[in-house]
């Protein structure tokens, strides 16, 4: 499998820790790999140096053997973009927008333009100086896949969209998927990205600090959060002496959220035996969940 | 080169060229028609007007080619096809030059034109060499907003520089004007802008000192454009 995007201590230092450190990435070919973190944390910084439009301070990296930066204008041929933030040029519609842009790549309008078209739903013939967010975040998604590029970089490509939206983005990403067509995605959210990604990296100031594996999904969905409200203070007094791991804890509302693992169920049902609790909730532990509690830590 | 670039640039600025044409087409052809034509076309017209007027376009479009589009981000579509950035640098270059020339083309026209219709008493040649030197003059502006709109990524900057300083240029053009009406402490004024350089009234004189003179302006707008793409092409940008 050939290397779609590789780096080796990519580094841009923006100074006053901004910026992204020593990234070191290898994704290979036909594999969606997510990028998350919170704002500021380095997902455009990202983006940026794999398109070459930031020279890096330390570090280089690759796409598919061609250095980002050196041969920028070679790698686009090989690179679907949707930037982070949305801004068209001063043209009219959508419908002279699009053309231009097939013209800058030198392609015509076929039939997979359409059916990208009519997939998210698009009205060509809206001034795009009156298209909302989420219209142009849909045609900006329409100009990275009519590339047919065999990779797609997309900086935070559902903002604004509609759940309905999402769920269009979601299948086309698998459509390309099954095609062979890699993709690096950054996103905030991490619920999304899970049914998508092969593997999701987790950014913090700069800097990878977690990898999320399909293994790693298993053992997070192995884990269900109990959250259980107490009746009475003294109940509540009980809970939060429990040794399961607790995330959180409300003492207002009498409330305790604890962690534990699926197997881990009888032995809480047993302790729970000397509370009064007034509700009971339980939910599989998600990616959310998870980014949470690690936010928390690191 | 990139042709579909040029095309979508041509477009986009279209009108604020043409308008700007329209009106200083309309205020030589004006001029010459008239009496007193030789200080009516000379100071008034080459001397002030013509540098104004051609400015506001280089400004606005020159501002607009680079920097606006990379302020606005929409320069990012462009930086997505395959295209070098020094071939978007030159192909925006090609796009100012291209229309100064296509304008100054049509004033000379226009100038020749009316010269005859009305007889207002110039030589073919000296109309000519007025509209070509007023051009070298609108190229080296030119060069000027291009290096300010390639090395900033903020419209402001890039106006706050090299828009101010063509605007610097045209006002201590007009105050060096006044030399010419006796005011003697102001010779000085000329030497400090770039407009002086196109000598007019050595043309309209038929002399040949302004020939010399006008390679200062090609100088201008040689390095200008020269610096302007190299910075663009090695600069980040935030896309």
Same mark, same amino acid.
């Given at each position: 499998? &050939?290397s779609?995007?590789?780096?080796?201590?990519?580094?841009?230092d923006?100074?006053?820790?901004r910026? /992204?450190?020593?990234l070191n990435?290898?994704?290979?070919?036909? %594999? &969606?790999?997510?990028i998350?973190?919170?704002?500021?944390?380095?997902?455009?910084?990202?983006?940026?140096?794999?398109?070459?439009?930031?020279?890096?301070?330390?570090?280089?990296?690759e796409?598919?053997?061609?250095?980002?930066?050196?041969?920028?204008?070679?790698?686009?041929?090989? &690179?679907?973009?949707?930037?982070?933030?949305?801004?068209?040029?001063?043209?009219?519609?959508?419908?002279?927008?699009?053309n231009?842009?097939?013209?800058?790549?030198?392609?015509?309008?076929?039939? $997979? /333009?359409?059916?990208?078209?009519?997939?998210?739903?698009?009205?060509?013939?809206?001034?795009?100086?009156r298209?909302?967010?989420?219209?142009?975040?849909?045609?900006?998604?329409?100009?990275?896949?009519?590339?047919?590029?065999?990779?797609?970089?997309?900086?935070?490509?559902?903002?604004?969209?509609?759940?309905?939206?999402?769920?269009?983005? !979601?299948?086309?990403?698998?459509?390309?998927?099954a095609?062979g067509?890699?993709?690096?995605?950054?996103?905030?959210?991490?619920?999304?990205?899970e049914? %998508?990604? *092969?593997?999701?990296?987790?950014? =913090?100031?700069?800097? !990878?600090?977690?990898?999320?594996t399909?293994?790693?999904f298993?053992?997070?969905?192995?884990?269900?959060?109990?959250?259980?409200?107490?009746?009475?203070?003294?109940? $509540?007094?009980?809970?939060?002496?429990?040794?399961f791991?607790?995330?959180? %804890?409300e003492?207002?509302?009498?409330?305790v %959220?604890v962690? !534990?693992? =699926? *197997?881990?169920?009888?032995?809480?049902?047993?302790?729970?035996?000397?509370?009064?609790?007034?509700?009971?909730?339980?939910?599989?532990q998600?990616?959310?969940? $998870?980014?949470?509690?690690?936010?928390?830590?690191? | 080169?990139?042709?579909?670039?040029?095309?979508?640039?041509?477009?986009?600025?279209?009108?604020?060229?043409?308008?700007?044409?329209?009106?200083?087409?309309?205020?030589?052809?004006?001029?010459?028609?008239?009496?007193?034509?030789?200080t009516?076309?000379?100071?008034m017209?080459?001397?002030?007007? #013509?540098p104004? +007027?051609?400015?506001?376009?280089?400004?606005?479009?020159?501002?607009?080619?680079?920097?606006?589009?990379?302020?606005?981000?929409?320069?990012?579509?462009?930086?997505t096809?395959?295209?070098?950035?020094?071939?978007?640098?030159?192909?925006?270059?090609?796009?100012?030059?291209?229309?100064?020339? #296509?304008?100054?083309?049509?004033?000379?026209?226009?100038?020749?034109?009316?010269?005859? +219709?009305?007889?207002?008493?110039?030589?073919?040649?000296?109309?000519?060499?007025?509209?070509?030197?007023?051009?070298?003059?609108?190229?080296?502006?030119?060069?000027?907003?291009? @290096? @300010?709109?390639a090395?900033?990524?903020?419209?402001?900057?890039?106006?706050?520089?090299?828009?101010?300083?063509?605007?610097a240029?045209?006002?201590?053009?007009?105050?060096?004007?006044?030399?010419?009406?006796?005011?003697k402490?102001?010779?000085?004024?000329q030497?400090?802008?770039?407009?002086?350089?196109?000598?007019?009234?050595?043309?309209?004189?038929?002399?040949?000192?302004?020939?010399?003179?006008?390679a200062?302006?090609?100088?201008? @707008?040689?390095a200008?454009?020269?610096?302007?793409?190299?910075?663009?092409?090695?600069?980040?940008?935030?896309?």
């Amino acid at each position: 499998m &050939i290397s779609m995007i590789a780096t080796e201590h990519l580094t841009k230092d923006y100074k006053q820790d901004r910026g /992204v450190f020593d990234l070191n990435l290898n994704i290979k070919q036909g %594999t &969606i790999v997510g990028i998350v973190g919170k704002n500021g944390a380095g997902k455009m910084t990202t983006m940026r140096l794999l398109m070459g439009f930031l020279h890096p301070t330390g570090g280089h990296s690759e796409i598919c053997g061609l250095d980002s930066w050196t041969e920028a204008a070679r790698t686009k041929k090989l &690179i679907g973009y949707v930037p982070g933030e949305i801004a068209f040029p001063d043209t009219k519609s959508g419908e002279t927008f699009l053309n231009d842009q097939l013209a800058l790549l030198r392609a015509s309008k076929d039939q $997979y /333009v359409n059916e990208l078209i009519q997939r998210f739903k698009i009205d060509l013939t809206a001034e795009i100086k009156r298209m909302s967010k989420g219209m142009k975040q849909k045609t900006a998604l329409v100009c990275a896949f009519m590339t047919r590029a065999p990779l797609l970089l997309l900086d935070e490509p559902t903002t604004g969209l509609d759940p309905v939206m999402r769920d269009a983005f !979601i299948d086309l990403i698998l459509q390309v998927k099954a095609n062979g067509t890699t993709v690096f995605l950054s996103s905030h959210m991490f619920n999304e990205l899970e049914r %998508t990604c *092969d593997r999701i990296l987790f950014l =913090r100031d700069g800097k !990878i600090v977690d990898t999320i594996t399909p293994e790693k999904f298993k053992e997070i969905h192995n884990h269900q959060r109990v959250t259980i409200q107490a009746i009475d203070a003294a109940g $509540y007094k009980l809970l939060v002496k429990s040794r399961f791991e607790q995330v959180k %804890t409300e003492p207002n509302s009498r409330e305790v %959220t604890v962690l !534990i693992q =699926r *197997d881990q169920m009888p032995a809480l049902l047993k302790q729970l035996e000397d509370v009064a609790i007034s509700d009971i909730s339980i939910d599989t532990q998600t990616l959310d969940n $998870y980014f949470e509690k690690e936010l928390a830590v690191h | 080169m990139s042709f579909p670039l040029l095309k979508q640039t041509f477009k986009a600025n279209f009108s604020v060229w043409g308008l700007t044409t329209l009106i200083m087409s309309i205020l030589l052809g004006q001029l010459m028609a008239m009496k007193e034509t030789v200080t009516l076309v000379g100071p008034m017209f080459y001397g002030m007007l #013509a540098p104004a +007027l051609v400015a506001l376009f280089v400004v606005i479009a020159g501002n607009r080619i680079l920097a606006g589009q990379v302020d606005q981000g929409s320069m990012a579509y462009i930086m997505t096809a395959p295209i070098r950035r020094t071939t978007v640098a030159i192909t925006q270059m090609v796009y100012m030059i291209g229309s100064l020339i #296509a304008t100054y083309g049509i004033m000379t026209v226009v100038a020749v034109a009316v010269n005859h +219709l009305v007889d207002a008493g110039f030589k073919t040649a000296v109309l000519v060499n007025l509209n070509f030197g007023a051009f070298m003059v609108a190229l080296a502006f030119a060069g000027i907003m291009f @290096a @300010a709109s390639a090395i900033f990524n903020r419209t402001k900057y890039a106006m706050g520089t090299g828009g101010l300083l063509i605007i610097a240029f045209i006002l201590l053009a007009i105050i060096g004007s006044f030399s010419n009406y006796g005011v003697k402490g102001l010779d000085a004024v000329q030497n400090l802008t770039i407009v002086s350089l196109f000598d007019f009234k050595n043309i309209m004189l038929e002399g040949s000192k302004w020939l010399p003179k006008l390679a200062g302006l090609a100088g201008v @707008a040689v390095a200008t454009f020269g610096i302007g793409t190299t910075v663009f092409a090695k600069k980040d940008l935030p896309l």
